[in-house]
């Protein structure tokens, strides 16, 4: 839903922290989840570990360090927050495409993280 709605051809729930072993779940394009296994679990890592949003556009929001190619990937992360407002994982969505991720587009993304 998340991916359709932001119309982004790849969405990502991660869920685990700590010292528990992620798992991850992703619909959307497959070749573009193949291109970006490892910045994607970096970048929903840093979400996981941060607790905070992180978004990377054209608009060149936030420059994280980030593990394997970028190609101009647009990316936006949010921490998903299980009982008692710990983080259980991330939500993600990612495009290939370079754009500028809206106010309408964050919000619903956040929204939907909750």
Do not use: K, N, Y
Request: aromatic share 4%; with cysteine; glycine share 12%.
């Amino acid at each position: 839903m998340a991916a359709r709605i932001v119309e982004a051809p790849l969405v990502s729930l991660t869920v685990g922290s700590g010292s528990t072993t992620p798992v991850r779940t992703w619909a959307g394009d497959p070749g573009m989840a193949d291109r970006l296994l490892l910045t994607e679990q970096s970048l929903c890592q840093q979400v996981i570990d941060s607790g905070q949003r992180l978004i990377v556009d054209v608009a060149g929001r936030e420059t994280p360090q980030l593990a394997g190619p970028t190609d101009g990937i647009t990316w936006a992360g949010f921490p998903v927050r299980g009982a008692g407002g710990h983080v259980a994982g991330a939500l993600c969505v990612a495009d290939h495409s370079a754009r500028r991720w809206t106010s309408r587009d964050l919000d619903i993304l956040e929204m939907l993280a909750q």
